[in-house]
Structures are given as structure tokens and as C-alpha cells.
């Protein structure tokens, strides 16, 4: 390995090393109550350091969210294999729940929290790259869908946002505890529920 891929593949794990210790901190302290000091001292290295890879806060918000929906696509990537379009979306939800309520803090993160978006107008990017690439993963399963004689008379756009927006709706709802007292099932199982419910009205459409 030369010099120049050996300082490159150093600068990557310092990197990595800053946001590990960033989601850790993140999920034990709360966002609002970690700094770029706390997240500093944490790896054993300078503030300076820190700022070397990262504006602010905010950037290194969104490089986790990144993240995140890195390792929301990877999950979905298994479904290429399932030839029904039907089978493909009722998949595809049922994997979006299971990540939302077992990486709460980081659907949190690429949902709900602003930081991510705030760091994308800071630096003039108008376009917000995951939540595309993740919207057009479902878009294009439901233009399966619609090709294969599913949701007759239903338009793809307003279909595929209301899709996704009925279940993040329920994700949200049980990540920040709105469900307990209001609904009699217990929590997730409310969720998965409500799912089954969601898919049998779209599964007559």
C-alpha cells in the first residue's frame, strides 16, 4: 500500500471513528445535549480534529443519516429476488417497520429530526439525495404493482406517497410513545396490526 492510500484509508477510519463515537453519544445523551467537545473526548482526539472532517453538528447529523438510509437500503436490497409485485411491497413495509422501531434514534434521525436538512441548505443542496433514492425504491414497486393490474384508477405519485406515509405515521407514532394509553394492543404489536389492516384495504384496491 502506498503512501497516499495509506493516508486516505487513515483519514476514512478517523472519520468512521468520529461518527461511531457521535450515534453512541447521540443515543445515550439525547442530539441537543451532545457536542462536538463531548463527541471529541469521547474518541480521544482534539476539537480541531473533529472540525477537520466536519463543519458542524449538523454535518455529522446528517453523515449518520446517511447512514442510516444506507442500511435501510441494504435491507431492501434482498427484495429483488420476490417476483410478485404484491409480495415485493407488503415486504418492503413490514422491513421499513422493523428497522423504524428497532433503530428508533436513527429513523428519528432520518425522519423527524431537522439537523439533516438544515446542514443540506447550509451548504446549498437542494436535493435531498436519500429520501429520493428510498422514495423511487418504493415508487418504482408500486409502478409494478399498478403494471400488474393492481390499484386501478389510482395514480402513482399521490399513491406512493400516501403508502409510505401511512406507515411511517404509525412507525412515528409508537417511536415517540404517542400509541400507549390510546390503543388497547401493546405496542409494537399495534403497529404490526394496524400494517395488516393498512395492506388488506390497499390489497382490494
Not at 395492506?199 to 382490494?204: D, G, I, K, P
Request: proline share 2%; with cysteine; aromatic share 10%.
Amino acid at each position: 500500500m502506498g503512501t497516499a492510500e495509506r493516508k486516505a484509508k487513515e483519514k476514512e477510519e478517523l472519520r468512521s471513528l468520529i461518527l461511531e463515537g457521535a450515534r453512541k453519544l447521540f443515543v445515550q445523551k439525547g442530539i441537543e445535549q451532545t457536542t462536538i467537545r463531548n463527541i471529541a473526548d469521547a474518541i480521544d482526539y482534539s476539537v480541531g480534529t473533529v472540525y477537520v472532517y466536519f463543519k458542524d453538528k449538523n454535518a455529522i447529523l446528517h453523515a449518520l443519516h446517511s447512514q442510516g438510509f444506507q442500511e435501510l437500503g441494504q435491507q431492501f436490497a434482498v427484495l429483488t429476488s420476490v417476483a410478485d409485485p404484491m409480495e415485493r411491497l407488503r415486504a418492503m413495509g413490514r422491513i421499513y417497520i422493523r428497522f423504524a422501531l428497532e433503530n428508533r434514534d436513527m429513523y428519528e434521525l432520518m425522519f423527524v429530526t431537522k439537523a439533516p436538512m438544515n446542514y443540506l441548505h447550509s451548504v446549498e443542496e437542494e436535493e435531498w439525495t436519500e429520501g429520493t433514492t428510498a422514495f423511487n425504491a418504493l415508487r418504482m414497486t408500486v409502478r409494478d404493482c399498478i403494471g400488474a393490474g393492481h390499484f386501478a384508477g389510482h395514480q402513482l405519485e399521490p399513491l406512493t406517497f400516501l403508502i409510505w406515509s401511512a406507515v411511517h405515521g404509525m412507525c412515528s407514532l409508537e417511536i415517540s410513545e404517542r400509541i400507549k394509553g390510546v390503543v388497547k394492543e401493546e405496542a409494537p404489536s399495534a403497529v404490526a396490526l394496524a400494517f395488516d389492516e393498512f395492506w388488506m384495504m390497499l390489497a382490494r384496491l
